[in-house]
């Protein structure tokens, strides 16, 4: 039999013996007639169950007859996770109730366990879908019902180790605090060919000459865990990775967050953990650690697992390929009553209890939010309270985590609402759009947050000597209406530079890792298939790797700038630096001048190299740069690249340049179409959508042009797929708001900001142009739109509305023979797609053309 999810879930505590009970379980709502199938360890509301019942609360019953013969003294049914109230029946005989939806239920079956024959597994999961005090996080973007993460049985001998605390120090130090079942003689721990042992439930271990573990050098000792009592052996395969969390003041005054002992930049992504087909739980163990190298291949060095417990196999994943991990503990979203704080304080002590020998796990975040936190109406800022008595709860769970694990950062809450209680780092959310509202942001936060600032801390309490950084951002909530399915790349590249040039902040936290059911801010898509950002077309090589790097160079500029032909342009550089790999080293920034004119021709210009040396973390001014603009009509790139002496590139950046000058030949403006069929003029005139076979027509007077020699039809177009928005008056009434999660799979076409971003699914069209009676057909690969759609961000007039941004075409170029000018001197030009297509101006797209007609010669 095919058993889904078949690798053991717990690395981190394996025993020898032991049964994967995942795959079809007989199962039935409300009664236990068990008149279904259903596949765990999925969800019943999630389509890999089998059953797909999204709406449907209440009891699931489950049934398995299973047989199984153990060797040892005590068996075990483990249940990953099941949600909400679980009660377990083992041969008629009922044997454990939980409450709680994300920590593992573990029920001894061995007094009722029929050895040698049949034995009836029964669980009763009831799920009612009360969000006022289930820990229930994000499960608007689908719910989990029911049993969600692998079942098993487990052997362990009548005298056992039940939990324990690990515990690494830099310097080699290793320590086991143990919880046993039963009596001992021994307890023994062998890790890295080293061997202790000792007769209480405290051992230390020390590891000579320690490969510690970090994002670059994720360094694992794997080894077992031994309780000996009378002969008999209990034993549990585990690991750690050696590694310290910490911070410290450098010498630039500012407090950043430590790996072993160094400052580390925390590149991190916000992890909704959720996928179309398994909802919270990945299809296959496969996934598990696919996910992990996906943010691995973006240079990211660590994720924000968003108000779940992740998977444990996944959290393996993280400690074995090296992703730092921010754990959020599940939320509800009711008041906090005595209910819900009680069931609360249970929770994050499960989750906690579970999770906390991962060394990827770096950072605990107990709310987010002040979800759960308000009293009265929490969508309601007039009336709703976050009180005095509830502040000093959460201050009570701080302090409380802090006691569990003194060695991982601890925060009260991630804010929204400028209201940190106590917390080891002051980290704040914002969604902004527009190079000049994210850099007012950014400083802003960083001016205001000082020791003893009041600032994004509730009344009465002040900012400790702590590190800042964000902890979610990015555009999709900076628009209105948000963002929806739009090119994030551009916003991502200046975003990016504006932290790093702000010396107080030691990371960030970009929402988000996937797209999701509403949401469409992702470095992936929901499928998994990437997006295209573009930026190797500024600068080669350039990937999103560069942006992640700990030696960041930031120019401090806008990302593109309007400039003069042959005006002088001065750029002034920075290393941001969280690594000391290359303090004090000669280093060199080499800068290069390219740039493209309006028949697309490329051009490189001046380049220019700088010897660069820093001693210290956080920001150094690097000095400036500066080039001639071209003297003609251009849009211009400033390469940057930062290099070892041996010309190792360090990391890769640009600054694009609008450069302003008269056109050659006729430029023909696009207001001045005639239309069949469905056209739409937007970014101020500058870009002309003909949707599905519409027919585009222009007579374009030539003037004094030579014809002699012929001409040259030069303009970018690109293909231009029909969104739901193109036509509002077909919108559905009952649309619901798309900010919201509440399980609305949206048409993200019906989002007035979208136009989607450039991915690994193209959208073709034939484009025919007849220019006085002369054919030409070519095809238009894409309606693309990332970051090199540089102009149609440049010049979008309003920062909370996208006006198809970063949208861009290709160039297209029609010789037209001096015989097909009539004496008229006027060209009729005709254009029409079988599927749309969109025409880009001059200051629209990606290339500085519009639709122009020049003399050749």
Request: charged content about 25%; proline content about 4%; hydrophobic content about 35%.
């Amino acid at each position: 039999m095919n058993i889904p999810k078949p690798m053991h879930p717990r690395p981190d505590k394996k025993r020898t013996n032991w049964q994967n009970l995942n795959g079809p379980w007989q199962f039935s709502f409300d009664e236990p007639i068990f008149d279904k199938t259903i596949t765990v360890p999925f969800s019943w509301a999630a389509p890999l169950s089998g059953v797909h019942e999204e709406d449907k609360t209440g009891k699931g019953f489950y049934r398995k007859v299973v047989r199984y013969t153990p060797t040892l003294a005590k068996l075990f049914l483990i249940i990953g996770a099941s949600d909400y109230t679980t009660e377990v029946y083992v041969n008629g005989e009922k044997l454990a109730t939980h409450q709680g939806g994300y920590a593992p239920i573990e029920v001894e079956v061995t007094s009722v366990w029929n050895k040698n024959g049949d034995n009836e597994i029964i669980v009763i999961a009831e799920d009612l879908d009360n969000k006022d005090y289930q820990t229930y996080g994000k499960q608007g973007y689908g719910n989990i019902r029911g049993i969600w993460q692998t079942v098993y049985l487990e052997e362990r001998p009548a005298n056992y180790i039940d939990h324990v605390v690990i515990r690494t120090e830099c310097s080699g130090k290793v320590t086991f605090d143990f919880k046993t079942v039963g009596e001992f003689d021994l307890l023994e721990a062998t890790f890295g060919g080293v061997t202790v042992w000792g007769k209480d439930n405290h051992l230390e271990l020390t590891i000579a000459e320690p490969k510690l573990w970090s994002p670059d050098e994720p360094n694992l000792y794997e080894g077992t865990l031994r309780l000996h009592k009378d002969g008999v052996v209990d034993v549990v395969e585990s690991y750690f990775g050696i590694r310290e969390v910490g911070t410290i003041k450098c010498e630039n005054g500012c407090r950043y967050v430590t790996l072993n002992g160094k400052p580390i930049y925390i590149n991190s992504t916000l992890d909704q953990s959720f996928n179309p087909w398994g909802f919270f739980t990945l299809p296959t163990n496969e996934e598990e650690e696919t996910e992990i190298l996906r943010m691995k291949k973006l240079g990211l060095n660590s994720a924000r697992i968003h108000i779940k417990t992740e998977e444990p196999l996944k959290l393996y994943y993280a400690d074995k390929h090296g992703l730092m991990i921010i754990q959020d503990i599940p939320c509800f979203w009711g008041e906090p009553n005595e209910k819900a704080r009680t069931l609360f304080d249970e929770q994050m002590v499960e989750c906690m209890r579970r999770d906390i020998n991962h060394p990827a796990i770096v950072h605990w975040v107990l709310y987010n939010e002040t979800w759960g936190l308000f009293t009265g109406d929490r969508t309601d800022a007039k009336n709703r309270s976050y009180t005095k008595e509830t502040q000093e709860w959460v201050r009570k769970n701080y302090h409380l985590a802090k006691a569990m694990d003194p060695t991982r950062l601890v925060e009260d809450n991630s804010p929204c609402n400028y209201d940190h209680v106590e917390t080891d780092i002051n980290t704040w959310h914002f969604y902004s759009n527009g190079y000049g509202p994210v850099k007012e942001v950014i400083s802003s936060f960083a001016e205001k947050s000082f020791v003893g600032s009041t600032f994004n801390y509730t009344e009465g309490n002040t900012m400790a000597d702590v590190p800042l950084m964000n902890s979610e951002c990015g555009n999709v909530w900076g628009i209105d209406g948000n963002a929806g399915d739009s090119d994030m790349a551009w916003h991502y590249h200046y975003m990016i530079n504006q932290f790093r040039l702000t010396e107080k902040l030691c990371g960030f936290v970009f929402t988000e890792f996937h797209d999701v059911i509403n949401e469409f801010n992702g470095y992936y898509r929901i499928d998994n298939s990437e997006k295209i950002f573009g930026y190797d077309a500024y600068v080669p090589g350039m990937s999103m790797v560069d942006l992640h790097a700990q030696d960041f160079l930031a120019c401090d500029m806008a990302p593109m700038t309007t400039v003069k032909a042959g005006e002088t342009i001065s750029l002034p550089l920075f290393v941001s630096s969280f690594t000391d790999e290359n303090h004090g080293k000669d280093m060199l920034v080499r800068a290069e001048l390219w740039y493209a004119d309006g028949d697309g021709a490329e051009h490189f210009g001046d380049s220019k190299l700088l010897p660069v040396s820093w001693n210290a973390y956080g920001l150094t001014s690097l000095g400036k740069v500066t080039f001639a603009a071209p003297n003609q009509d251009a849009v211009a790139v400033v390469r940057l690249y930062l290099e070892t002496a041996c010309g190792k590139i360090v990391m890769r950046n640009f600054v694009c340049f609008d450069v302003a000058d008269s056109a050659k030949g006729v430029v023909v403006s696009l207001k001045d179409a005639r239309t069949e069929g469905d056209a739409i003029l937007c970014q101020k005139g500058e870009k002309l959508n003909l949707l599905g076979t519409g027919k585009v027509y222009f007579d374009v007077a030539l003037g004094d042009l030579d014809v002699s020699k012929g001409l040259e039809l030069v303009f970018e177009a690109s293909a231009r797929e029909e969104f739901s928005h193109d036509h509002p008056e077909n919108l559905r009434d009952d649309v619901r708001d798309a900010n919201y999660m509440l399980g609305y799979k949206v048409d993200r076409g019906e989002n007035k900001n979208c136009y989607y971003m450039t991915d690994e699914t193209p959208y073709p069209t034939n484009l025919v142009v007849t220019v006085n009676d002369k054919i030409m057909k070519t095809q238009l690969a894409d309606a693309p739109a990332d970051a090199r759609g540089c102009l149609s961000w440049h010049y979008q007039e309003n920062d909370r509305k996208l006006d198809e941004a970063g949208s861009y075409g290709y160039l297209v170029s029609m010789m037209i023979p001096a015989d097909l000018v009539g004496e008229d001197k006027t060209l009729k030009i005709e254009m029409q797609s079988d599927c749309g297509f969109a025409l880009y101006g001059r200051k629209s797209g990606r290339y500085p053309t519009g639709l122009r007609v020049a003399a050749r010669g």
